[in-house]
């Protein structure tokens, strides 16, 4: 063996016990244009390299990233945007882009290096003179996409005409959809078609397709929405916002869904579909776009396959595991990051095409305080100690750790669990609060533990935390609060009876 | 473009296509050369009910207490705007609406383009304004669409072929030329500042179609699918974008340097001596000014100043087109300032 590779390997060795998250990833604000209002609606890397940057008052950016994040030669490809809320490239010079009132594409047929034309590719959509009314989308691998249509809000009025019909009964409560397929996710296929896909969201703000093909998108917490949903997007679902229903050709033509699910809970819990994963307010306050974080442990083999969800109203990045237990997603919860010089308003991510770094734009402008910019965070190396998974049991829950495992005792853990009934009413309250103890504690490997909970019920959102959980070198758990969200305990047929 | 926001720009090369980036100035100005399109939503002047043909109308609808989720006593009122338009701006010389829901021209206007204050709101805060954030007009609103199109196509009116359908548009070296179908046709219309005329614009009307297209007649020849038309208008109305209370409270030069700015002057005026879209303001209070339309040489003393700026349309400076500045309505305590400060650059800075 050779000297140096014998070196290597003791450096693995050494940092495999625990590294400060900080050391394994490093955070840089990426300088935009000077005098350039930052205000990233969306982002994605082009197959030649390009970056391509969307602002929300016009323009489309893109750079071919380096090193320096003060030094990207920033040029601008395409403008004229109506607060452009998604990007992607389908092929090289060629962007599309989700505004307002439409999907267009720019291309640069001359090769000049700017966008000389541009093309409606759907619009089957309304658009009423609302504020709150963006849109994104995501590739849907193969070679279509899923768009996500954004609702109003009663903040802002609607215009006297109209782009689209209008619905009396899709104009009233909070955020409303008075226009054709407000608050719809729709598939637009590769040859064009449109399809209404799935129904009921508030303000998708922000939907992927992961590489098995599976769609997933966050909503905003608000009306009928108690806590962030991480929703696995399936066709025909209803996902909980009544007022998109006006658009559903199945629903009756003269029935008010706000009214009726209003005065109706039943009908309306057996109509929605739950969320894969709920995301406690005090975790998540508003979700932008998940994306899944590269299976090759580019990004920490650690969290590889993870799902990353952004807040947008808060300075924190989420981090979520699923799992399928009898044919249903559902899974945990807890941070990639918090805090640590990132900016609020996260709202699109994209990952280098290395997979070493994540780019995050950010924007919240005409919803909050301005948090605009362009941040990245690169994987530098090392593994931070935390808890990388943790799944179901028939009794409770298996945590596996990313080095070995510390000194536990079953008071180390503080387990509490809730449910969550969504209402007209903004936000939420915990419901069924209870606290749970740990009753047995056995390590499954050298990583691995696994705990069993007394009174464990499914269709509830646990809460695991271990407030003083310490590595055996000292460092402090990377996260210590964990959301489990259980529809399903394994081999059990019970039922909480709880609305959930 | 002199205002410290644009002279950052110069310090980036951009490709020669390229437009100016929008930056937060809330006054964004194309040029002829380089003109500026923006999607948005954009005022509604006043158009015809009926202009309205494609699209939908909206209703008051009864208030809503989202505590409770009922309604409450009073109704929403809809707002005046136009959803899906598209703002073009060739700087001083010509702005105009194209709607994507109608697929025509819907207003244009001369002197200055949007308002966008109301909509992004203001660089610090960002927050619009609540229910009022439609971008307002800037400048001399000269044309409004009929609601029946005087444009005729194979002897119907281009009104009159139902389906419009708007389809993108190209950029012809910058400039918009946009795409769409209707009654079964395609067609590219492009608009262009006229600036021989004061408060006019040219338009092409063409189609890949055997089809006649004709203005104000319905006989036409089928070989010629293209029409060029000049369209020229009377002021309909002045704007001068969102009422800003700028919360001046003395007649001060440094008021004045932040009116000149905050009102979007240092978009067409510099004050060094360099060329805008209007004549710099450095040398001129006290200095013999050449009129358009007259041989005699006008005192620019304060009086002429005052006069530039509430009725620009009196005197045209020599060289420069009238209507290319609106007139502004402001406070004393404004004008005053912006006099202070003009006579303050009166040697150059």
Sequence with gaps: ?500 | MKNPAHALFLLFALPISAGEPITYDNLPLGSESKPLLLSTYMPDPGLDEAYFAHHGKSAKSPKYNPGTGKDIPGEYDPIKGLPASLGVSFGPALSYAFDTVECRIAYAWQGGFLDMYPYWGDPVRGSRQSYDYVPQLVGILFHKANPMSEIFVDGKRLTDLDHPKFVGYNLENGTPAFLFSRGGHEFKLKVTPNTKTPLSFSFTLSSPDKIAITYDTPNGDRTTNTLTRTVTGTALGNFQGFPRDMKIKEASVANGRKLFDGLGCSACHSVDGSLGHGPSLAGLYGSKRPIEGTQELVHADEAYILESIKNPGAKTAKGFPPNYMPPYILKDLEYQSLVLYIKSVAKGQ
């Design chain 1, 1 to 500: 063996m050779k000297l140096s590779s014998i070196l290597t390997l003791l450096a693995v060795v050494a940092t495999a016990s625990a590294d400060d998250y900080t050391k394994c990833y490093q955070l840089d604000d990426i300088a935009l244009p000077n005098g350039v209002p930052p205000e990233v609606g969306g982002l994605t890397f082009s197959s030649d390299g390009w970056l391509y940057v969307c602002l929300r008052r016009s323009d489309v950016f893109r750079a071919k990233p380096g090193e320096d994040p003060k030094a990207f030669d920033w040029k601008l490809f395409a403008s004229g945007f109506h607060n452009g809320c998604g990007i992607y490239s389908p092929e090289p010079g060629k962007i599309l882009v989700t505004q307002m009132s439409d999907l267009t594409s720019a291309t640069d047929t001359d090769g000049d290096g700017v966008a000389d034309q541009y093309r409606i590719v759907a619009d089957d959509w309304g658009l009423s003179g609302n504020y709150h009314e963006t849109n994104t989308f995501c590739p849907d691998g193969k070679g279509g996409y899923f768009l996500a249509i954004g609702t109003a809000s009663h903040n802002g009025s609607v215009f006297e005409h109209t782009k689209g019909e209008y619905s009396v009964f899709g104009r009233r409560g909070r955020n409303f959809s008075s226009v054709k397929n407000r608050g719809w996710i729709l598939h637009l296929d590769k040859n064009g078609v449109i399809t209404p896909w799935a129904s009921g969201f508030r303000m998708a703000n922000g939907i992927y397709t992961d590489p098995d093909g599976e769609t997933w998108s966050g909503d905003n917490q608000g009306d009928w929405k108690p806590v962030t949903p991480f929703y696995h997007i399936e066709k025909g679902n209803f996902y909980g916002h009544p007022s998109s229903l006006v658009w559903d050709k199945n629903w009756p033509k003269d029935k008010d869904p706000l009214l009726t699910y209003r005065n109706d809970l039943d009908a309306y819990n057996k109509h929605r579909t739950e969320a894969a994963v709920l995301v406690p307010y005090t975790v998540c306050r508003s979700a932008s776009e998940p994306i899944m974080i590269p299976r090759n442990g580019s990004f920490g083999a650690h969290y590889a396959g993870q799902y990353i969800l952004p807040d947008n109203n808060g300075t924190r990045l989420c981090r979520i595991m699923v799992e399928k237990v009898d044919g249903v997603y559902q899974g945990m919860v807890t941070y990639l990051q918090n805090g640590g010089g990132l900016r609020s308003g996260n709202n699109r991510v994209a990952f280098s095409p290395d997979g070493k770094s994540l780019y995050v734009g950010q924007t919240v402008r005409g919803w909050g305080a301005p948090a605009e910019g362009l941040q990245r965070i690169t994987y530098k190396g090392g593994t931070p100690f935390d808890i990388s998974t943790i799944h179901i049991t028939p009794d409770g829950f298996r945590l596996t750790f990313t080095g070995d495992i510390p000194d536990l005792s079953a008071n180390s853990f503080q387990v509490s669990s809730a449910t969550y009934q969504p209402t007209w009413v903004y936000g939420g309250v915990a419901q069924n609060k209870q606290k749970h103890s740990v009753n047995k504690l056995a390590k499954t490997d050298e990583h691995t533990v696994a705990i069993s909970i007394t009174d464990f019920v499914p269709e509830k959102v646990y809460e695991i935390k271990l407030p003083d959980l310490k590595a055996a070198d000292g460092s402090l758990l990377n996260n210590n609060i964990f959301h489990y969200t259980v529809h399903k305990i394994p081999g059990a047929s019970k039922r909480s009876g709880l609305p959930f």
